[in-house]
């Protein structure tokens, strides 16, 4: 029998993985979206489905409207993601140990297989980015070709949310490893990141200084957490600017 | 002269005992027999059709329905973001309410020694048992998964994984559960005896029913000593797990980081809300078994329903105290979120319920209990329990689906509609009477020997010219 | 040592064995194609569990970025940007994402067909044999899209070695872009033929006069990173984005300042904005602002006149101002006007050929000229030569005329006047519908073939295509089928095509940049060059090479600064706009149908915007159904109440409405150019945006799925305000 003391978690890889985003220059074009739903193997919905709140985006561009015709103004394009929380709200209200903190990632987990589908999470989450998988939705043949091999395909009755594409992070890390070295800033980055036309997502390690979202976050200055006021310590910084 | 005021002071006494059971003894063969009657009733017509429909409904409704939702996902309900819950939890913490008052009829009005508590224990306790049962179901129908829930259970396995204790769907688990087994017990504790009644005047299954039920039950001063003590044990000790369980089903909300639920206040105020509409849960239930069943006026009359309408407008008083000091305090908190919740509240487009909460918990009680007549009045005082209830299950709604409407993001803002979630509410509401109606052909619904025993210790007493009741200290 | 070596000892070696492997695999110069799964012999470069890239070109629309795509045991799994390719340098729009969307789309054609029966390839490629052979070579005519330049390439040798007539190319995206229009102004300015590149990123103060240029306009993705350029704060001043258009678009919502002049006004504003600008940077008046006066233009544009004296303020004292035309503003009677009144303002602050100003794009390394897509007015010339019977065969590849043009112009009815018609169409899709002969090409991703880079890069840049995947239906590439049907013919036939297969074409075509001594890369055989354009994704010279347009006498053009004349008699301004997010081509594909509007996020339909005050007026909420009528057509579509437009103006997106184009595609929404008629700019491009139309209630409801809460970002359902 093991006792508990004995596991361990993995300890050799730890970092902290952040993201900035710059508001000003995001155009809301989608290619974010897109790109995430592409690499994560996301389901589509269908009309109604989308038009019900039951979208499976794990990201998701939100606008606003200032002031009245003809003085109306569109806010900044806001694209909302898990902010991978420090101190998340999701994780003490799952029963089953479904969504937890990885100490080697510093991110906020979802574990697919071990989900009974409470839904806690996805309400206790202030930023409202849980999707949960309503139903088992269809890949007719042969849009399943698609799928990832590096990213599990989710069943009906699981919440599922943006990982910060771990399964890149994995991968850089394999390989770093095998060739004996640290991860290198810039090797890679997430899905949504690399799309990006304007480059207003810029990912990487944000507890080494001289990472390129580290100088990206110093340059602006100003940057915003959303909802920081509630203690989740999120990942995620926004540059409003304008 | 002399006469009449004989006659007043006989009619004085008659008057007595018609108002009042246990001042109305009967000849304790007559009155077992009175209850095996009601039981052993050959079901009217009337009976089957009803059994009949509502088996339907049971088996359509919700085992039909609830099949259709495994199969084919929570899509089948109204849920999404963000009303990731809806009526399923509203159903849960309704039906934990309705649980409620059985216990807090039975147990807390015995460890008091509230006198008018003994015809309708049992029918308060089964109240608890049977709406445990639904509030079990909606729980696990709201399950994504529901295939895997043992998952919550804590037992020992290779993976060495546990239950997060820090959740508090696990604290709910482990109370709901606690509370499902303690208080099937403290039904069936006082039972025993009833059983044993049975089996002695019964044949074929049902006597062999009772033999197994009863325990070998034989009314020796030991057993009674025996079972007295683990009543008692069971009254003391399920209060405190009957305040736990509704204060831990408000955990789930107020443990949330979600505006309108973040209160401090919600553990008392469920509790009263629970009792709230258990009360008038156990108002119609007793209503409908002295209209339905045989020698049941006897039993049931209306003291009982002025003693419970007394209950039921103290407990509506306490339940508007702590709504409007909920109310209060998270107006004042000023967060804006919570004050944009309010705001929907009452004028969203669900403001209509939220008014119509008002009127049926509060209003509607209010100008009916105070007075002494109408709350002796069986049909008036069910009106007025249905209402509750239905004001209860508004109030649950409010908390849930319509709050979680908003939250800190408004770009997700969205109203929730309701989908298969309804035939299968209707579908718990059909078993909870369903089994009532097994129930009642069963096991005797009125403890007679609880009655008996208080008969024996009520006395009418002459001191001069006035009757006076007198009770003597049992055991 | 030995006994210890584990089995995930091997696997790490083995790992470390293929991650040193080359990133990028062109594929070997001999193969043809890569074999999915299973293997039953695995080629040398994959590994099972390693993936494996490929560089190709994205054909979503014909701006050529370049892709990686990469394979997994011989499946296509995900698309990224091509970071060597100097026009998109790693990025993607959302299209370019979900471009496998479509190649695994499960409604593809997958035989060649015979009026809806499956027919051989043998029989196929003879079928184009007869219609080559036994037709005069002016009876024979080939309608292209704009990808596939390759492709474009092969028939325009044939048609000049045959006789035939040359390829006519057509693409909504190209309608609704205007690009007659642009090169025709450049032409009537420059006196030099050729698509202007605005330099958006290098610019401080940018004037956009409706271009759509974050959304589809000519090459998104470099623009895109042009407009970050413009914001980017680090090292210069923040750049002033101005938007001039009736109706916000996603490119609006980002400007600083939004300004909804009146359609039909967009060159008198231009011209002002230049007169107030001369003046306040002295010096003789050019001729082209004499004309104009100002507060007149204030009056009848919506914009105060103290507003254009701060905006040319802006403009005239900045020391990088831009101005840019394109959508709605040359969609109008006057496009070529407004197109020309724009070059002139840029002229005026004399930034041609300077950071932050106006170039002629760079012609593509195997080119020799600008060509550009037909206009509509060029299309109608086609579509009459279609019902007047003088085709006999028509060959249409990789556009679908049918869904794009306007239905007015009656290019379906014009089919019937064509002896034989035959779609080389990936998709079942309208215009496939109405084909004698379906003869699917290979989705572009199981393609060879070349991009010129028309626009967007400063460098000039050929992206190449191969194939990623090994073909999944029993598709045949047009170019083999062409030239296989050519050798067949024989005669002149065979002596235009002499090739074995595409791949030999296509060689021949990249051949002459071997030895390119500005190239990216060079080589001295022809392999070595083939395999190294597969690898790299194509080939581009290192050098700048945009023109500098001549700006001599640009001033001194007169330009007329009357309004636009609209068509119709309907209250309303109609202004259509391409969806940014399906294009002309992305219905098809459902993610991209789930991926919300960027300016309503309304997914999976088609909706009109109405102005909220407007709505109120006619008694419109969001969802209510209402009938849409111009000269031309009519069309029922749910109300969008969008606060961003013109009271007098309403837009609906481009890029629904289709009756064949997969499940997903299918009966879903309108499409807003049934409304449009036959109206053109000087240039011969459609005046989609010159129609008046009317609306009519219908009393039905259809509610639109959004993204968005309406209650919380409008406040809608909320109850009273607060």
């Known amino acids: 029998m093991i006792r508990p003391e004995e596991i361990k978690m993995s300890a050799e890889e730890t970092g902290k993985w952040g993201m900035v985003i710059d508001q000003d220059i995001?155009?809301?074009?989608?290619?974010?979206?897109?790109?995430?739903?592409?690499?994560?193997?996301?389901?589509?919905?269908?009309?109604?489905?989308?038009?019900?709140?039951?979208?499976?985006?794990?990201?998701?561009?939100?606008?606003?409207?200032?002031?009245?015709?003809?003085?109306?103004?569109?806010?900044?394009?806001?694209?909302?993601?898990?902010?991978?929380?420090?101190?998340?709200?999701?994780?003490?209200?799952?029963?089953?140990?479904?969504?937890v903190h990885s100490q080697a990632e510093q991110l906020n987990l979802q574990v697919y297989n071990r989900c009974v589908g409470t839904r806690y999470c996805a309400n206790n989450c202030p930023y409202q980015v849980r999707a949960f998988n309503w139903r088992d939705y269809q890949r007719p043949e042969p849009l399943s070709n698609q799928l990832n091999p590096d990213v599990t395909v989710r069943r009906m009755g699981v919440m599922e949310k943006c990982t910060f594409c771990i399964q890149r992070i994995h991968k850089a890390q394999d390989k770093a490893k095998s060739e004996g070295r640290e991860v290198v800033d810039g090797e890679f980055t997430t899905a949504c990141a690399q799309a990006c036309p304007a480059n207003a997502i810029v990912f990487g390690r944000v507890d080494d200084p001289e990472s390129l979202v580290?100088?990206?976050?110093?340059?602006?200055?100003?940057?915003?957490?959303?909802?920081?006021?509630?203690?989740?310590?999120?990942?995620?910084?926004?540059?409003?600017?304008? | 002269m002399s006469d009449k005021k004989q006659h007043a002071a006989q009619s004085h006494e008659e008057h007595l005992r018609e108002k009042h059971l246990m001042l109305d003894p009967l000849p304790r063969g007559k009155m077992n027999d009175m209850v095996m009657e009601s039981m052993l009733e050959k079901p009217t017509w009337k009976f089957w059709v009803i059994f009949g429909f509502l088996a339907f409904v049971v088996v359509y409704f919700l085992f039909y329905k609830w099949g259709v939702l495994i199969a084919k996902g929570q899509g089948e309900a109204g849920v999404m973001r963000p009303d990731y819950w809806g009526i399923f939890l509203v159903n849960t913490v309704f039906w934990i309410g309705i649980s409620h008052a059985g216990t807090f009829i039975s147990a807390i009005l015995r460890v008091f020694r509230a006198e008018f508590r003994r015809p309708f224990t049992r029918a308060a306790e089964l109240m608890t048992t049977f709406g445990l049962v639904q509030a079990g179901f909606s729980i696990f129908m709201h399950m994504g998964r529901v295939w895997l829930a043992y998952w919550l259970m804590p037992y020992p396995n290779q993976r060495l994984l546990w239950p997060n204790l820090h959740s508090p769907l696990t604290w709910d688990l482990l109370a709901i559960t606690t509370y499902l087994l303690s208080s099937t017990m403290y039904l069936f504790l006082p039972l025993i005896p009833d059983v044993a009644m049975a089996r002695d005047r019964s044949t074929g299954w049902r006597k062999n029913l009772y033999k197994v039920l009863s325990l070998g039950f034989r009314g020796t001063e030991g057993e009674w000593t025996h079972l007295r003590n683990a009543m008692n044990i069971f009254a003391w000790a399920i209060i405190p797990v009957m305040f736990s369980v509704h204060t831990i089903v408000s955990w789930d909300f107020a443990a949330a980081t979600r505006p309108g639920w973040s209160s401090t206040i919600f553990g008392p105020y469920f509790i009263v809300g629970a009792l709230h509409s258990g009360m008038g849960a156990a108002a119609v239930v007793l209503a409908v078994i002295r209209s339905t069943m045989k020698n049941m006026k006897y039993f049931v009359r209306g003291e009982h329903f002025d003693a419970i309408g007394k209950l039921m407008l103290i407990i509506s008083m306490s339940w508007a105290y702590f709504f409007f000091n909920d109310y209060m305090v998270q107006w004042y908190g000023g967060d804006k979120w919570t004050q944009q919740l309010l705001h929907f509240h009452e004028a969203g487009p669900m403001g209509w319920m939220w008014f119509a909460m008002l009127i049926c918990n509060v209003a509607i009680p209010w100008a009916i209990l105070w007075n002494p007549k109408w709350r002796a009045t069986p049909w008036a005082i069910t009106i007025v329990g249905l209402v509750i209830n239905v004001g209860m299950w508004f109030e649950r709604y409010i908390i849930i689906p319509i709050s979680v409407t908003i939250n800190r993001m408004p770009f997700t803002w969205r109203l929730y509609e309701p989908g298969i979630e309804v035939p299968m509410g209707i579908g718990t509401v059909a078993l909870f009477i369903l089994l009532y109606m097994a129930a009642s052909k069963l096991i005797p619904l009125i403890p007679v020997w609880e009655v008996q025993e208080g008969q024996m210790a009520h006395e009418l007493k002459k001191f001069g010219r006035e009757t006076v009741v007198s009770v003597s200290e049992l055991e | 040592?030995?006994?210890?070596?584990?089995?995930?000892?091997?696997?790490?070696?083995?790992?470390?064995?293929?991650?040193?492997?080359?990133?990028?695999?062109?594929?070997?110069?001999?193969?043809?194609?890569?074999?999915?799964?299973?293997?039953?012999?695995?080629?040398?470069?994959?590994?099972?569990?390693q993936s494996t890239y490929y560089a190709t070109t994205c054909r979503e629309c014909a701006a050529g970025c370049g892709l990686i795509v990469r394979t997994s045991q011989g499946r296509a799994i995900k698309t990224e940007g091509n970071a060597n390719n100097p026009l998109n340098l790693g990025k993607t729009c959302a299209r370019g994402q979900a471009t496998?969307?479509?190649?695994?789309?499960?409604?593809?054609?997958?035989?060649?067909?015979?009026?809806?029966?499956?027919?051989?390839?043998?029989?196929?490629?003879?079928?184009?044999?007869?219609?080559?052979?036994?037709?005069?070579?002016?009876?024979?005519?080939?309608?292209?899209?704009?990808?596939?330049?390759?492709?474009?390439?092969?028939?325009?040798?044939?048609?000049?070695?045959?006789?035939?007539?040359?390829?006519?190319?057509?693409?909504?995206?190209?309608?609704?872009?205007?690009?007659?229009?642009?090169?025709?102004?450049?032409?009537?300015?420059?006196?030099?033929?050729?698509?202007?590149?605005?330099?958006?990123g290098g610019a401080q103060v940018v004037f956009s006069f409706g271009a759509n240029f974050l959304e589809t306009w000519l090459s998104p993705v470099s623009y895109t990173r042009g407009f970050a350029g413009l914001r980017e704060a680090q090292t210069k001043m923040r750049g002033t984005f101005v938007q001039f258009e009736s109706r916000m678009s996603a490119t609006g919502?980002?400007?600083?300042?939004?300004?909804?002049?009146?359609?039909?006004?967009?060159?008198?504003?231009?011209?002002?904005?230049?007169?107030?600008?001369?003046?306040?940077?002295?010096?003789?008046?050019?001729?082209?602002?004499?004309?104009?006066?100002?507060?007149?233009?204030?009056?009848?544009?919506?914009?105060?006149?103290?507003?254009?004296?701060?905006?040319?303020?802006?403009?005239?004292?900045?020391?990088?101002?831009?101005?840019?035309?394109?959508?709605?503003?040359?969609?109008?009677?006057?496009?070529?006007?407004?197109?020309?009144?724009?070059?002139?303002?840029?002229?005026?602050?004399?930034?041609?050929?300077?950071?932050?100003?106006v170039y002629f794009s760079a012609l593509a390394p195997n080119q020799t000229e600008y060509q550009r897509a037909a206009s509509v007015q060029e299309m109608q010339g086609f579509i009459q030569k279609m019902a007047e019977g003088k085709f006999k065969v028509l060959f249409i590849h990789g556009v679908n005329p049918v869904f794009e043009l306007p239905a007015s112009l009656g290019f379906k009815e014009a089919l019937s006047g064509v002896g034989q018609v035959i779609s080389f169409a990936t998709f079942p899709d309208e215009t496939a519908q109405e084909a004698d002969?379906?003869?699917?090409?290979?989705?572009?991703?199981?393609?060879?073939?070349?991009?010129?880079?028309?626009?967007?890069?400063?460098?000039?840049?050929?992206?190449?295509?191969?194939?990623?995947?090994s073909p999944f239906y029993n598709t045949r590439a047009t170019a083999d089928v062409l030239i296989a049907a050519a050798q067949l013919a024989g005669g002149k036939f065979a002596q235009a095509l002499p090739f074995t297969d595409e791949v030999e074409f296509l060689q021949s075509k990249v051949a002459p940049l071997m030895n390119s001594a500005d190239g990216f890369f060079s080589a001295a055989d022809i392999n070595t060059f083939m395999a190294y354009f597969q690898q790299y994704g194509g080939?581009?010279?290192?050098?700048?090479?945009?023109?500098?347009?001549?700006?001599?006498?640009?001033?001194?053009?007169?330009?007329?600064?009357?309004?636009?004349?609209?068509?119709?008699?309907?209250?309303?301004?109609?202004?259509?706009?391409?969806?940014?997010?399906?294009?002309?081509?992305?219905?098809?594909?459902?993610?991209?149908?789930?991926?919300?509007?960027?300016?309503?996020?309304?997914?999976?339909?088609?909706?009109?915007?109405?102005?909220?005050?407007?709505?109120?007026?006619?008694?419109?909420?969001?969802?209510?159904?209402?009938?849409?009528?111009?000269?031309?057509?009519?069309?029922?579509?749910?109300?969008?109440?969008?606060?961003?437009?013109?009271?007098?103006?309403i837009a609906m997106p481009f890029g629904q409405g289709h009756t064949a184009y997969s499940r997903y595609a299918d009966n879903r929404g309108v499409n807003p150019a049934d409304l449009l008629g036959q109206y053109f700019n000087e240039a011969g491009d459609l005046a989609f945006a010159g129609m008046k139309v009317k609306i009519e209630k219908t009393g039905k409801k259809q509610p639109l799925s959004r993204m968005e809460s309406i209650m919380g970002v409008y406040g809608v359902g909320l109850g009273e305000e607060h």
């Open chain 1, 26 to 99: 995001c155009t809301g074009c989608q290619a974010c979206v897109a790109a995430c739903a592409m690499e994560n193997n996301i389901s589509f919905v269908g009309e109604v489905d989308a038009g019900y709140g039951r979208s499976m985006h794990w990201i998701r561009i939100e606008r606003f409207w200032e002031g009245a015709y003809p003085e109306v103004k569109m806010t900044p394009n806001q694209p909302m993601l898990c902010q991978q929380c420090g101190h998340a709200t999701c994780e003490p209200v799952c029963p089953a140990f479904a969504t």
């Open chain 3, 1 to 49: 040592m030995s006994n210890k070596f584990s089995r995930r000892d091997f696997l790490k070696l083995a790992g470390v064995g293929a991650a040193t492997t080359a990133i990028l695999t062109g594929c070997g110069p001999a193969s043809r194609y890569v074999k999915r799964e299973p293997y039953m012999l695995m080629p040398e470069y994959t590994y099972n569990g």
């Open chain 3, 437 to 469: 002969y379906v003869l699917p090409d290979h989705h572009s991703l199981e393609s060879w073939g070349y991009q010129r880079v028309v626009t967007g890069s400063a460098q000039p840049v050929l992206s190449g295509s191969q194939p990623v995947v």
């Open chain 1, 214 to 242: 580290s100088q990206v976050a110093r340059a602006h200055g100003h940057g915003v957490k959303h909802l920081e006021e509630l203690g989740t310590l999120p990942n995620v910084t926004y540059f409003k600017g304008g």
């Open chain 3, 539 to 649: 080939w581009w010279k290192t050098l700048d090479g945009r023109a500098v347009p001549v700006a001599a006498n640009l001033l001194n053009h007169s330009l007329s600064g009357a309004e636009a004349e609209f068509a119709g008699e309907g209250e309303f301004f109609f202004v259509p706009f391409v969806s940014p997010t399906l294009a002309e081509a992305g219905a098809n594909k459902p993610w991209l149908q789930e991926l919300p509007d960027p300016t309503t996020t309304v997914m999976w339909n088609t909706w009109v915007e109405i102005n909220p005050e407007t709505a109120h007026e006619l008694g419109l909420e969001d969802d209510d159904v209402v009938k849409i009528i111009s000269e031309a057509g009519e069309l029922e579509v749910p109300v969008y109440r969008y606060p961003a437009i013109r009271p007098d103006t």
């Open chain 3, 100 to 200: 496998l969307q479509g190649l695994y789309n499960p409604d593809r054609v997958t035989d060649p067909a015979k009026a809806g029966a499956s027919i051989t390839w043998d029989a196929a490629t003879q079928a184009v044999v007869d219609a080559l052979k036994n037709h005069k070579p002016d009876e024979i005519a080939f309608l292209m899209g704009t990808t596939s330049d390759h492709l474009f390439d092969l028939v325009t040798d044939l048609a000049a070695a045959t006789g035939i007539n040359a390829p006519v190319r057509f693409g909504a995206l190209s309608m609704f872009e205007s690009r007659a229009t642009l090169s025709t102004a450049a032409e009537n300015l420059f006196g030099q033929r050729g698509l202007p590149f605005f330099d958006v």
């Open chain 3, 253 to 357: 919502g980002k400007a600083d300042e939004w300004m909804p002049i009146r359609p039909g006004t967009e060159a008198m504003v231009v011209l002002a904005i230049g007169k107030l600008v001369a003046e306040k940077r002295g010096g003789t008046m050019p001729h082209a602002f004499i004309e104009v006066d100002p507060a007149n233009v204030a009056a009848k544009s919506g914009i105060k006149l103290e507003t254009l004296e701060q905006l040319a303020e802006k403009f005239a004292s900045s020391a990088g101002a831009l101005a840019i035309p394109g959508g709605a503003a040359l969609g109008q009677s006057n496009g070529l006007t407004v197109a020309e009144a724009v070059l002139a303002l840029n002229a005026l602050v004399d930034n041609f050929g300077k950071p932050g100003g």
